[in-house]
Each structure stands twice: as C-alpha cells, then as structure tokens.
C-alpha cells in the first residue's frame, strides 16, 4: 500500500524557514521523479518542485532562488528546504510523484505571518 506522509510544517514570521519531509512507502521511490505541490482554500493545487530520479530539480517561478528539493534515496525520502518564506507561502504542502501517480497524503500546514 503505497504512503505518502508529510511532516515539518508550522507557523513562521516572514522571513523565516523551515524543512518539510516527505516518507514514502510501498512503491519503488528511487525509479520515481518526486514533487513538491500546495494548495490554498478555493486554488487548484499547484506544483512547487520536482526533482528526477538523477537528482536534477526544477522549481516554479514563484519559488525559485528560496525553496530547494532534495531526496535521499537510501530513506526513500524526500525534502523541502523553505527560506526567505513569504505570507503568499502559506498552503498546504503535498508531495507525490511529478504525475501524481499516487493518492494525495493529509499534507503539511504551513503558515507565514507576523
């Protein structure tokens, strides 16, 4: 059965940074390419990052230069190191594939405000 659990969100000042861990099981994790996505009340979900089975990565615009994926293959886990967070950062954080292969995990809270 395949689980998707996300973890490390919470509430930070503008400004600030946190790391959000994605645990994967019961799919064969390294073959996958990985993204990161969020979604605020009433918006589509959206994808944030992606990063291949080689460890290239890819960010969306609106995140490039302050967020950056990663992925340990050894712990099939991956991560999502957030700087710089802004209140327009505030969502909830999924991961899944890049194609959303898999049913959607109970996500990641994360709020940024002063």
């Known amino acids: 059965q395949v689980q998707l659990v996300e973890s490390g969100g919470g509430l930070v000042q503008p400004g600030g940074s946190l790391r959000l861990s994605c645990a994967a099981s019961?799919?064969?994790?390294?073959?996958?390419?990985m993204g990161w996505y969020r979604q605020t009340p009433g918006k589509q979900r959206e994808l944030v990052a992606f990063?291949?089975?080689?460890?290239?990565?890819n960010y969306a615009d609106f995140v490039e230069g302050r967020f950056t994926i990663s992925r340990d293959n050894t712990k099939n886990t991956m991560y999502l190191q957030m700087n710089s967070l802004k209140p327009e950062d505030t969502a909830v954080y999924y991961c899944n594939t890049k194609f959303a292969n898999w049913n959607w995990g109970q996500g990641t809270q994360v709020s940024v405000s002063s």
């Open positions: 019961g799919f064969d994790f390294p073959t996958y390419v």
């Open positions: 990063i291949t089975t080689g460890g290239n990565t």
